[in-house]
């Protein structure tokens, strides 16, 4: 303001307005950055009213929580293993399905669709994300588990019967039909994510590898997909973290039984699962503390899957900016 | 043989073309099964009935689900009022202020709250609200669903008011306009239908949410009577009939669906059509 001698001299004609003002940027950037703060807080809260809450079982059962295979509310007697298993099993599954297929469509989004058809087709896909879980699992339990049981199980088991994942009971609902809503579910996380980093490839790469001869598939493989692996791969974390957290599709397609079995066809319970069902009978402290110390598992992982999901996927796109530039 | 390997390159381009074509069409069989099921049991469950009246026990005909209608808007409302502030003022920060590194740390943590499981966010509101009032109640819904709509609306704030042009700021600022107030007034104004687009599409993805839902509003067969009581939702009730063994409350779960569904649809398609003329890629 120095630069200017002029207003010191109004400065000093009407002082008081000035300042006026001026408290009021400062009261505003202050009041906006709380705000901003508020959201760092409430990450803090989660992660501490979870962390504290679930002390009592954290403390009975320590390590032998994570190993423990007995949920048992009788004798208090918990482990959590059969729902870590269903959860990382079903999500497992779910990425085997989603990921080709959403690599795939972001492939055909981003280097191979006709112009016109690009911005319509990533519509409908995105609205995949859009409908409520519950409707899919209402969808998955009168129309897609019929189908499992009917088609999809018969199939596997006279093709890869041989294998022990495709043996058993058909009962369609089951750890398959969870790893199917799953994949449904995550497809258009992870094409949306891939189709933004894929589309974030310079331009330069491809024809590049055009002027060499490549043909379209050539060039998508060797200049975009491994120029844009990092990315895609974070792009597939996005996906997992949502997979091992997702509740009521599932809950109602799994069948919901704590049990390790290598079966795909046979029952199974997820960790939002267990929270879900069980957390009305929960009326002692020590099982509504095991519940919690679930959910503060289910927290930590699904918030570690996406802040390196994140980073990978910002690490590519910040790559990509400084070879257009 | 240079004519017989070009020719070998040339199928595996036309097959890999193929199967990234075929990989849409896989993806948009269940989004056609979704909205052809969901329409074709649903619609025939619709009458006024089904959104005036309250739920009735499963042997008996007619009943409705108005109550849980209700308890959604309800349920908005009160999302709203925790979302909304928190995350239009964030949002606020980051663009206007937020070029450092407190900006950083919380953009990287708004993003990655929206990617935590919302049953985790409504264990926080159980723990917190239904635990210390020993109630389970609209409020605790609301908060759960208000949290969830936190980072979204956050992350579309920043992003609309950065596309404000910076000569509209200066314009203003030139006419010795305070900064806040050129910033309240004028790039928020002009940043508003991005904004709105953003609290409309947080909207539509708490509108389906139920996990958050189970343990905080909990449900309830009346309408709704007060905000610290348990309270009926949409979601809520397509969950109850779904697994419920009653054909009758079964058919009224498509119908919920169906109601629920068309409200998201209608959100999503909507802010579409309006953005469209705005920001065309």
């Given at each position: 303001?120095?630069?200017?001698?002029?207003?010191?001299?109004?400065?000093?004609?009407?002082?008081?307005?000035?300042?006026?003002?001026?408290?009021?940027?400062?009261?505003?950037?202050?009041?906006?950055?709380?705000?901003?703060?508020?959201?760092?807080?409430?990450?803090?809260?989660?992660?501490?009213?979870?962390?504290?809450?679930?002390?009592?079982?954290?403390?009975?059962?320590?390590?032998?929580?994570?190993?423990?295979?007995?949920?048992?509310?009788?004798?208090?007697?918990?482990?959590?293993?059969?729902?870590?298993?269903?959860?990382?099993?079903?999500?497992?599954?779910?990425?085997?399905?989603?990921?080709?297929?959403?690599?795939?469509?972001?492939?055909?989004?981003?280097?191979?669709?006709?112009?016109?058809?690009?911005?319509?087709?990533?519509?409908?896909?995105?609205?995949?994300?859009?409908?409520?879980?519950?409707?899919?699992?209402?969808?998955?339990?009168?129309?897609?588990?019929?189908?499992?049981?009917?088609?999809?199980?018969?199939?596997l088991e006279?093709?890869l019967g041989f294998l022990p994942f495709f043996q058993g009971p058909?009962?369609?609902?089951?750890?398959?039909?969870?790893?199917?809503?799953?994949?449904?579910?995550?497809?258009?996380?992870?094409?949306?994510?891939?189709?933004?980093?894929?589309?974030?490839?310079?331009?330069?790469?491809?024809?590049?590898?055009?002027?060499?001869?490549?043909?379209?598939?050539?060039?998508?493989?060797?200049?975009?997909?491994?120029?844009?692996?990092?990315?895609?791969?974070?792009?597939?974390?996005?996906?997992?973290?949502?997979?091992?957290?997702?509740?009521?599709?599932?809950?109602?397609?799994?069948?919901?039984?704590?049990?390790?079995?290598l079966s795909f066809f046979e029952?199974?319970?997820?960790?939002?699962?267990?929270?879900?069902?069980?957390?009305?009978?929960?009326?002692?402290?020590?099982?509504?503390?095991?519940?919690?110390?679930?959910?503060?598992?289910?927290?930590?992982?699904?918030?570690?899957?996406?802040?390196?999901?994140?980073?990978?996927?910002?690490?590519?796109?910040?790559?990509?900016?400084?070879?257009?530039? | 043989?240079?004519?017989?390997?070009?020719?070998?390159?040339?199928?595996?381009?036309?097959?890999?073309?193929?199967?990234?074509?075929?990989?849409?069409?896989?993806?948009?069989?269940?989004?056609?099964?979704?909205?052809?099921?969901?329409?074709?049991?649903?619609?025939?469950?619709?009458?006024?009935?089904?959104?005036?009246?309250?739920?009735?026990?499963?042997?008996?005909?007619?009943?409705?689900?108005?109550?849980?209608?209700?308890?959604?808007?309800?349920?908005?409302?009160?999302?709203?009022?925790?979302?909304?502030?928190?995350?239009?003022?964030?949002?606020?920060?980051?663009?206007?202020?937020?070029?450092?590194?407190?900006?950083?740390?919380?953009?990287?943590?708004?993003?990655?709250?929206?990617?935590?499981?919302?049953?985790?966010?409504?264990?926080?509101?159980?723990?917190?609200?239904?635990?210390?009032?020993?109630?389970?109640?609209?409020?605790?819904?609301?908060?759960?669903?208000?949290?969830?709509?936190?980072?979204?609306?956050?992350?579309?704030?920043?992003?609309?008011?950065?596309?404000?042009?910076?000569?509209?700021?200066?314009?203003?600022?030139?006419?010795?306009?305070?900064?806040?107030?050129?910033?309240?007034?004028?790039?928020?104004?002009?940043?508003?239908?991005?904004?709105?687009?953003?609290?409309?599409?947080?909207?539509?993805?708490?509108?389906?949410?139920?996990?958050?839902?189970?343990?905080?509003?909990?449900?309830?067969?009346?309408?709704?009577?007060?905000?610290?009581?348990?309270?009926?939702?949409?979601?809520?009730?397509?969950?109850?009939?779904?697994?419920?063994?009653?054909?009758?409350?079964?058919?009224?779960?498509?119908?919920?669906?169906?109601?629920?569904?068309?409200?998201?649809?209608?959100?999503?398609?909507?802010?579409?059509?309006?953005?469209?003329?705005?920001?065309?890629?």
């Amino acid at each position: 303001m120095s630069m200017f001698p002029h207003t010191f001299l109004f400065g000093k004609i009407k002082p008081k307005r000035a300042r006026k003002s001026l408290i009021g940027d400062s009261v505003f950037k202050n009041l906006t950055a709380i705000f901003a703060l508020s959201v760092l807080v409430l990450a803090l809260a989660i992660f501490y009213e979870l962390y504290s809450r679930s002390q009592l079982s954290i403390n009975e059962f320590g390590l032998d929580f994570l190993t423990g295979v007995e949920w048992d509310p009788v004798d208090q007697i918990f482990g959590a293993l059969p729902f870590i298993y269903g959860t990382v099993t079903s999500s497992i599954i779910a990425l085997i399905i989603a990921v080709p297929i959403s690599l795939g469509i972001a492939t055909y989004l981003s280097e191979l669709a006709p112009k016109r058809l690009r911005s319509p087709l990533s519509f409908m896909v995105e609205l995949l994300a859009a409908v409520p879980s519950v409707v899919y699992g209402l969808w998955g339990l009168f129309v897609m588990v019929p189908w499992i049981r009917d088609v999809l199980q018969p199939f596997l088991e006279s093709t890869l019967g041989f294998l022990p994942f495709f043996q058993g009971p058909k009962f369609g609902i089951g750890m398959l039909s969870g790893g199917v809503i799953l994949a449904i579910m995550i497809i258009p996380t992870i094409s949306a994510v891939s189709r933004e980093v894929m589309l974030a490839v310079p331009d330069t790469q491809r024809e590049a590898a055009f002027a060499l001869g490549a043909t379209r598939w050539e060039t998508i493989k060797t200049a975009v997909l491994r120029y844009a692996a990092t990315g895609i791969f974070g792009a597939i974390m996005l996906g997992l973290g949502r997979a091992l957290g997702e509740t009521m599709a599932v809950i109602m397609v799994i069948g919901n039984r704590p049990q390790i079995s290598l079966s795909f066809f046979e029952p199974a319970y997820t960790m939002s699962g267990v929270i879900a069902s069980e957390y009305i009978e929960a009326t002692q402290d020590l099982y509504l503390s095991s519940l919690i110390e679930i959910g503060l598992l289910l927290f930590i992982v699904t918030l570690m899957m996406n802040i390196i999901a994140r980073l990978l996927v910002w690490r590519t796109m910040r790559k990509f900016r400084g070879a257009k530039e | 043989m240079m004519i017989k390997r070009i020719t070998v390159r040339r199928i595996v381009d036309k097959l890999v073309a193929s199967l990234a074509l075929l990989s849409v069409i896989i993806a948009i069989i269940p989004l056609a099964g979704v909205i052809i099921f969901v329409t074709s049991k649903g619609l025939p469950a619709i009458n006024l009935e089904i959104f005036t009246s309250l739920p009735r026990p499963p042997d008996e005909i007619g009943g409705g689900i108005g109550n849980a209608i209700q308890g959604t808007l309800i349920l908005i409302g009160l999302a709203s009022m925790v979302g909304l502030p928190i995350g239009v003022l964030s949002g606020i920060y980051l663009a206007e202020y937020g070029n450092n590194r407190f900006g950083s740390l919380v953009r990287f943590i708004a993003d990655t709250l929206s990617g935590v499981p919302s049953i985790i966010m409504g264990l926080f509101a159980y723990v917190v609200v239904v635990l210390a009032t020993r109630s389970f109640s609209a409020i605790s819904g609301g908060i759960a669903l208000g949290i969830m709509m936190i980072p979204v609306i956050t992350r579309t704030t920043e992003e609309s008011i950065k596309l404000v042009p910076n000569t509209i700021r200066e314009a203003s600022m030139a006419l010795g306009v305070r900064r806040w107030k050129t910033i309240v007034l004028i790039v928020v104004s002009a940043a508003r239908s991005g904004i709105i687009t953003g609290i409309m599409l947080s909207i539509a993805r708490i509108a389906g949410e139920t996990a958050p839902l189970l343990f905080t509003a909990f449900g309830s067969d009346l309408w709704a009577t007060g905000l610290n009581q348990p309270i009926s939702a949409l979601p809520l009730v397509i969950y109850r009939y779904a697994i419920s063994p009653y054909a009758s409350w079964q058919a009224q779960a498509w119908g919920a669906a169906f109601i629920l569904v068309s409200m998201v649809l209608i959100l999503n398609i909507g802010v579409r059509l309006i953005a469209r003329g705005k920001y065309r890629r």
